[in-house]
């Protein structure tokens, strides 16, 4: 499975929430995709979540591995814990690439990055 984001900045930002030490992240890529509109996908609403849904790690982990596993849709679109907002356009997106239609993503470009250093200072 792939984990992006619509947009540059929630990937950015999703990387940094799991990253105490810069100095322990690898040298980063911003990686771009292009789908087909057509690949089978499954958007989660924040409206399907329970109110503490950020709290419950577990509960998002099983609602994502049930939908590995089911294979039935390329990509899962969720909401973001970073911005929890129902209404954002910028959203989390994950790939199976167990599904057969997974091959008609094409990576279309890779651009190096560093994330800013004050993203990590403590004061």
Do not use: C
């Amino acid at each position: 499975m792939t984990y992006s984001a619509t947009v540059p900045s929630l990937a950015a930002l999703e990387k940094r929430v799991h990253a105490k030490d810069p100095a322990l992240l690898p040298a980063q890529v911003m990686v771009e995709y292009e789908a087909p509109d057509d690949l089978p996908t499954r958007t989660v609403e924040l409206s399907a979540l329970s109110l503490d849904w950020s709290l419950k790690e577990v509960e998002t982990q099983q609602i994502g591995d049930l939908w590995l596993d089911a294979v039935s849709e390329v990509l899962l679109v969720v909401p973001s814990v970073i911005v929890p907002l129902g209404s954002a356009v910028d959203r989390n997106v994950l790939i199976n690439h167990r599904h057969a239609r997974a091959s008609e993503i094409r990576l279309m470009r890779s651009t190096p990055f560093s994330l800013d250093p004050r993203l990590f200072r403590v004061e």
